[in-house]
């Protein structure tokens, strides 16, 4: 039987402060939790299960990851899901200090991206096409929201996701291109892109703010065929970043 007291605690990782306080966050979902403990076990800090979860998987997990049963009902209670999963782990949350960036590949940089969706896609994105760090403004969502987490699937741990202020990062950096991803830029079709490199995305109805594009070196954008004025932030990275890998 899980304590009343554990339930609230985590049921209060739903919400930032915590998360920030803790260290940690939650991954549900059988295919979630699973690529954790291949991938990541060092990050598990506790997994909740069903017994139906616990009979197939407990023997295979990694030494020291401790694993409470729990019944239907309980789950459901620390659960954030409206449909509860098998399986939910409490993870912590990587901390690597900006000073530890080396530019590598493609860098993604997000301005003030708001929406979990969009920043969880993104993340994921990055994932398929090999991005290896992803630089988020103060003011981006927080990666490990609920929503963000559940979008993302099992590539949130995979990039390393850094959160600093942009201007300071961007005017400590050696000379390299950046790229920035507007409206009325180069079109990605016929732009030389060189690595190592940076690719900044703004707010989804802004765009990238005026302080951060001014660090652009070249601007590209996605050529508009009908009349919408714009794209989902997270199709405009998938787009440009398959033309920048291809």
Known sequence: MIAKAEVKYIQSLAHKKFRDEEGL???EGVKMVKELIEDQPAAIKKIYALDAWSVQYASSLP????????????????????????????VHIPQPPISDFVPKGITVVLDQVQDPGNLGTIIR?????????????????????????????????RPTIYYTSLEIFLSGLPAMPVYAAVLDGESIGQAV?????????????????????????????????????SLNAAVATAVILSAMTN
């Open 125 to 157: 994105t990055c994932d398929w096409f090999g991005v290896e760090n992803i630089i988020c403004s103060t003011d981006t969502v927080d990666a490990y929201n609920p929503k963000v987490v559940q979008s993302a699937k099992g590539s949130l741990l």
């Open 193 to 229: 892109f060189e690595n190592p490199c940076l690719l900044l995305i703004g707010n989804e109805s802004q765009g990238l703010s005026s302080a951060i594009k001014a660090f652009a070196t070249k601007d590209i954008t996605i050529p508009r065929k009908g009349k919408a004025e």
């Open 63 to 90: 030494s020291g990851i401790d694993l409470q049963v729990l019944e239907g009902f309980e789950l459901d209670k620390i659960s954030s899901l409206q449909s509860p999963n098998e399986v939910l782990a409490l």
């Open 25 to 27: 966050f939650i991954v």
